[in-house]
């Protein structure tokens, strides 16, 4: 099966019954942090956070997910978002857990947010890849996009490209494929590290602080064609042919080459005994 959406052609090899699905705030997630600081509102469509000096707020996913492309849309916090962490991520549980991390870094007015990722795969992270966007994130809403399959992660924004964990499994390296995930986002004071390493402060002053979401959408297996079969199975099925094409691939090493700020695999000072073994093999470096 192909498809083509806004230049980016992906070939999906399915084993499974594929479910597109477009999704409600009020069905699809539960607040779980700060009460009256997350806002359901348009009849479920538009879910915001927000943070003031008492605390932030947070939500997570109902459902589980194992395998699947997802969207949502943000919009951060704007103006003087110094020292705020907008996190969005997807994660399962317990002390091996795996991650996928997307978290923005609030600025000054007018200095650029950071998008702040990572992958933690059997409770293990330590392979974080920074960015800066070639937009203003607080302006519009803006597509960030997770597809997670057998062989990768791609993170996408507005569907670009921007960085692809591979499964290196054969060379050792642990890959996240038998633990469902949850979506996570929250919106927190980080003043401590986050802005200029902690050096900017919050500005209470300015707060609250809001973010807002909106078109969240899930392209997973169907529960009754999936959940019901063995993890093996799984591995071999859904998602399994996704790649990217030249296309993507061209835009993936634009960002890479004028909006990383950040790259544990090239960071030999944090690993004196040299990089991580996925960094060896990496395409994209
Ligand atoms: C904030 O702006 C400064 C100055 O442009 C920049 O060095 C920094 O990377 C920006 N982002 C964060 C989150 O500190």
Same mark, same amino acid.
């Given at each position: 099966m192909a498809f083509s959406s806004n230049g980016f052609l992906v070939i999906l090899g399915l084993s499974c019954l594929m479910v597109a699905y477009g999704g409600n705030f009020h069905q699809d997630f @539960?607040?779980?942090?700060g009460d009256q600081k997350a806002k359901i509102f348009n009849g479920g469509q538009i879910l915001s956070l927000s943070l003031d000096k008492t605390s932030g707020s947070g939500f997570k996913s109902k459902q589980e997910y194992l395998f699947g492309r997802i969207d949502m849309q943000l919009k951060l916090v704007a103006?003087?978002? %110094?020292?705020t962490v907008t996190a969005y991520y997807l994660s399962s549980e317990g002390p091996t857990h795996d991650e996928i991390d997307f978290e923005f870094l609030g600025n000054l007015s007018g200095d650029p947010y950071i998008v702040h990722t990572n992958v933690f795969t059997q409770g293990k992270g330590n392979r974080e890849q920074q960015f800066y966007l070639?937009? @203003?994130?607080?302006?519009n809403f803006h597509t960030y996009s997770i597809i997670w399959n057998t062989q990768q992660i791609i993170f996408l924004v507005d569907n670009t490209p921007i960085r692809v964990f591979k499964n290196a499994e054969t060379i050792g390296v642990p890959f996240p494929k038998t633990q469902p995930m949850r979506i996570y986002s929250s919106l927190w004071n980080a003043d401590d590290w986050a802005t200029r390493g902690g050096l900017v402060k919050t500005d209470?002053?300015? %707060?609250?602080f809001t973010a807002y979401y909106r078109n969240f959408n899930v392209q997973t297996c169907s529960p009754r064609s999936?959940?019901?079969?063995s993890a093996s199975s799984i591995s071999n099925g %859904?998602?399994?042919?996704?790649e990217l094409d030249a296309y993507s691939r061209r835009r993936l090493r634009w960002v890479q080459k004028?909006?990383?700020?950040?790259?544990y695999c090239t960071d030999l000072k944090r690993f004196p005994q040299g990089i991580p073994a996925e960094c060896r093999r990496s395409r994209f470096l």
């Open positions: @539960d607040i779980t942090w103006g003087n978002s %110094a020292g070639w937009f @203003d994130p607080t302006r209470w002053t300015k %707060a609250p999936c959940t019901s079969s %859904a998602w399994q042919g996704q004028h909006f990383m700020i950040y790259n």
